[in-house]
């Protein structure tokens, strides 16, 4: 709190606070996207998606070079297994983004976001499968409930929600690899775009000769691809910042506003049919959300109680 030459207090973010804004941004910006993708529907997923990469890379560059962190790129490009890592993932990444810039083209926004609203659940079995851990009493209700939302989500649809289920397990998986190393998010981003530009390229290439190729028949279709770039690095550099300055816990709860705006962009503007049994299917998972969510706040606060003097 400070006092203003004209008597007024004013009053300055805490860490925290600041993190926790600075994280909402990164995911409405996310959430955004969609309604971005809704608008260049015309363009393919394939060249959304290397687009995305490829203008991504200058900005990932300009914030590297502003942080000063090349020591910490240079550190990671000097381990094999950092690079074989980032490689594998930043494969993963626009595998993703590709499929999920084709599901909005065809009307299955609502199965993308049913993906992103159980990656988080994903992330609990990738740690009992990999990390040895175990599961709690509320994880396994959150999971049982998670396999019922897609047993309904199955009936509604009349056959396995496989693409959500796909971009929930690829983005579970991306983020599970980039957790075993010790790179910086910035700095592992970086690298991963990097690494992809030439096939990238080769991509846009592709297109171009074929004739399919968007980028520069006009100013919207080329600006439009540029922004799919700077909105990626942008939200991801929010993101990045914001997770140093907040719990996990917080963070957690924080993930569920992007899919959040994504299902009501698909059902208020997108106008994609809802009926009773979808719906059934997001409440449960939406139930199941909230036990997991309460769970993990709770172990948390345990856990500060634990290492805090007496």
């Given at each position: 709190?400070?006092?203003?030459?004209?008597?007024?207090?004013?009053?300055?973010?805490?860490?925290?606070?600041?993190?926790?804004?600075?994280?909402?941004?990164?995911?409405?910006?996310?959430?955004?996207?969609?309604?971005?993708?809704?608008?260049?529907?015309?363009?393919?997923?394939?060249?959304?998606?290397?687009?995305?990469?490829?203008?991504?890379?200058?900005?990932?560059?300009?914030?590297?070079?502003?942080?000063?962190?090349?020591?910490?790129?240079?550190?990671?490009?000097?381990?094999?297994?950092?690079?074989?890592?980032?490689?594998?993932t930043s494969f993963l990444i626009v595998f993703?983004?590709?499929?999920?810039?084709?599901?909005?083209?065809?009307?299955?926004?609502?199965?993308?976001?049913?993906?992103?609203?159980?990656?988080?659940?994903?992330?609990?079995?990738?740690?009992?499968?990999?990390?040895?851990?175990?599961?709690?009493?509320?994880?396994?209700?959150?999971?049982?409930?998670?396999?019922?939302?897609?047993?309904?989500?199955?009936?509604?649809?009349?056959?396995?929600?496989?693409?959500?289920?796909?971009?929930?397990?690829?983005?579970?998986?991306?983020?599970?690899?980039?957790?075993?190393?010790?790179?910086?998010?910035?700095?592992?981003?970086?690298?991963?775009?990097?690494?992809?530009?030439?096939?990238?390229?080769?991509?846009?290439?592709?297109?171009?000769?074929?004739?399919?190729?968007?980028?520069?028949?006009?100013?919207?279709?080329?600006?439009?691809?540029?922004?799919?770039?700077?909105?990626?690095?942008?939200?991801?550099?929010?993101?990045?910042?914001?997770?140093?300055?907040?719990?996990?816990?917080?963070?957690?709860?924080?993930?569920?506003?992007?899919?959040?705006?994504?299902?009501?962009?698909?059902?208020?503007?997108?106008?994609?049919?809802?009926?009773?049994?979808?719906?059934?299917?997001?409440?449960?998972?939406?139930?199941?959300?909230?036990?997991?969510?309460?769970?993990?706040?709770?172990?948390?606060?345990?856990?500060?109680?634990?290492?805090?003097?007496?």
């Amino acid at each position: 709190m400070s006092i203003t030459d004209e008597g007024r207090v004013s009053r300055t973010l805490t860490i925290a606070e600041t993190g926790v804004v600075l994280a909402v941004m990164a995911h409405l910006v996310w959430g955004g996207m969609a309604i971005y993708f809704g608008l260049i529907r015309h363009i393919s997923p394939v060249e959304i998606a290397v687009n995305r990469g490829l203008w991504a890379l200058p900005i990932a560059i300009a914030v590297v070079w502003y942080l000063k962190q090349w020591p910490d790129v240079r550190r990671a490009l000097a381990s094999p297994r950092n690079v074989a890592i980032l490689t594998l993932t930043s494969f993963l990444i626009v595998f993703n983004w590709g499929f999920y810039v084709w599901s909005i083209g065809q009307g299955r926004t609502l199965e993308s976001s049913l993906g992103y609203f159980i990656n988080p659940l994903l992330n609990v079995v990738m740690g009992y499968l990999f990390l040895g851990e175990r599961f709690t009493a509320p994880q396994k209700w959150a999971l049982a409930l998670a396999a019922l939302a897609v047993l309904v989500q199955t009936v509604a649809l009349g056959h396995i929600p496989w693409l959500g289920l796909m971009l929930a397990v690829t983005f579970c998986l991306y983020g599970f690899l980039r957790k075993t190393i010790q790179v910086g998010p910035t700095q592992g981003f970086l690298i991963e775009v990097a690494i992809i530009a030439l096939p990238l390229l080769g991509a846009q290439w592709w297109l171009s000769s074929r004739g399919e190729a968007f980028f520069g028949t006009s100013v919207f279709n080329t600006s439009m691809l540029i922004g799919c770039g700077v909105m990626t690095a942008v939200s991801l550099m929010l993101f990045a910042a914001s997770i140093r300055r907040i719990r996990y816990s917080t963070a957690g709860l924080l993930q569920y506003i992007s899919p959040s705006l994504v299902f009501l962009t698909a059902v208020f503007i997108f106008g994609e049919p809802m009926d009773s049994m979808k719906l059934m299917s997001f409440l449960v998972i939406w139930v199941a959300l909230a036990i997991f969510s309460v769970a993990t706040i709770r172990d948390e606060r345990s856990r500060r109680q634990e290492i805090e003097p007496v």
